[in-house]
């Protein structure tokens, strides 16, 4: 059993000012479960994973992995990290450079006297989930980073521990690789569950390997729930923004109609009159840009934008615009938009010109 219950954890840091790290978090992670843990630098992902590996003595609540209490402030207990069966995968990727990759596979099936494990060809099994059975005999400056990132993934879960931790351990490869390697680690995931916890600051990335993420902030989980409903369901405006609604349209109700920044919204009004006064919360992905109000689709709100920036992105423009009128404010808006029209006939924006940006009210939050 692997199961994790985090109760009441607080972890404070003394220093000038004083950090609350981990703020009173509670925390169920099940057994085979893939929990990605994301937020802002400093929110206190990595301070968490330390707590859990024993690398960090909190200040109170309480661990439980599996049926063992390895941490529990108002008893006493605190499990030193070799007594916790956990593997760890971090972002450097911490291999010793003078063992070769099968030693260092090797190494906590020894270190935890695993001597059976050892015997019965573990090693190799685990370097073969990984695609790395090749490379067992060479040392680890004969390796590429991607080729180095799988070792350390299998030194992480060739003793089969309880839970393995994962820090960032996909941000220092380049872009090819970090896909290359997430998408392997989906699919180990997938075919042998293992319960894990994953650290990262990278939208996407939580997105695709979680089972469930957990969105955190100032030490405290703000939200927590299957990839697919945080996404299409943040709960605050903090949310929001962190899972990619980039854009904030603030929107009041004058004289009978809607108004975004002082310019009137066309078409279907954003808001009922009761709600006044609303910021709206946009996906860049969910905006359409046109030249005309009479182009609006049935449903579809818009004000009028003069284009500031285009980035060409091969299959998307990234184009930065701001709301006309917008006086001493010049708000930046963004609109991901394809390069290719639904007839495939490639499209311009020109910086400069003047557009309608166009959204659906259903497709934003507030
Ligand atoms: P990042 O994404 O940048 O790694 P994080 O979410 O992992 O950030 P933590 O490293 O857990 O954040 O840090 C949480 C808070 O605790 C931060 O304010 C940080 O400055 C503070 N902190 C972390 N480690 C220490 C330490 N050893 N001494 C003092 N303060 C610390």
């Known amino acids: 059993m692997s199961h994790v219950s985090i109760r009441q954890l607080l972890k ?33 992902k990595t301070t968490t994973l330390r707590c859990l590996a024993g690398l960090e003595q909190p200040a109170s609540g309480s661990i439980t992995l599996g049926d063992q209490v390895v941490y529990d402030g108002a008893r006493g207990v605190n499990l030193p990290p070799d007594k916790r069966f956990i593997g760890m995968v971090f972002q450097s990727y911490a291999l010793w450079p003078h063992m070769t990759v099968r030693k260092n596979i090797a190494y906590p099936l020894k270190s935890r006297k695993l001597t059976d494990a050892l015997a019965s060809g573990r090693v190799e099994e685990t370097a073969a989930l990984v695609d790395c059975e090749r490379l067992l005999d060479r040392l680890p400056a004969e390796l590429s980073g991607g080729q180095q990132q799988r070792v350390a993934l299998a030194r992480g879960l060739v003793s089969h521990p309880d839970l393995v931790l994962f820090d960032e351990p996909l941000s220092n490869l380049d872009a090819r690789l970090r896909d290359q390697v997430r998408a392997e680690l989906h699919d180990l995931h997938q075919r042998k569950p293992f319960t894990a916890v994953f650290v990262t600051h990278d939208q996407s990335e939580a997105l695709a390997l979680g089972t469930r993420m957990a969105i955190m902030r100032a030490g405290r989980i703000v939200q927590i729930g299957p990839p697919r409903e945080v996404f299409e369901e943040p709960v605050d405006e903090y949310v929001a923004g962190f899972t990619g609604m980039s854009n904030r349209l603030p929107c009041e109700y004058v004289d009978g109609r809607w108004y975004a920044l002082g310019t009137e919204i066309h078409g279907t009004q954003p808001g009922t009159v009761a709600a006044g006064e609303f910021v709206l919360r946009l996906r860049p ?22 284009v500031d920036d285009v980035e060409y992105g091969g299959l998307h423009f990234d184009v930065m615009c701001s709301v006309v009128g917008d006086g001493a404010v010049r708000r930046q ?12 006939t490639p499209r311009t924006v020109n910086r400069g010109a003047t557009m309608i940006f166009a959204f659906d009210p259903r497709d934003a939050r507030t």
């Not at 609006?296 to 934008?305: D, F, N, R, S, T």
């Open 12 to 44: 404070n840091f003394d220093g000038k000012p004083p950090t609350v790290a981990v703020d009173h978090l509670d925390l169920e992670i099940e057994d085979g479960e893939f929990l990605v843990l994301l937020g802002p630098s400093g929110c206190g």
């Open 285 to 306: 992905e969910k905006i359409r840009l046109v030249t005309d109000v009479a182009d609006l689709l049935p449903g579809e709100a818009g004000v009028a934008v003069t």
């Open 333 to 344: 808006l963004h609109a991901r938009i394809p390069t290719f029209d639904s007839a495939r």
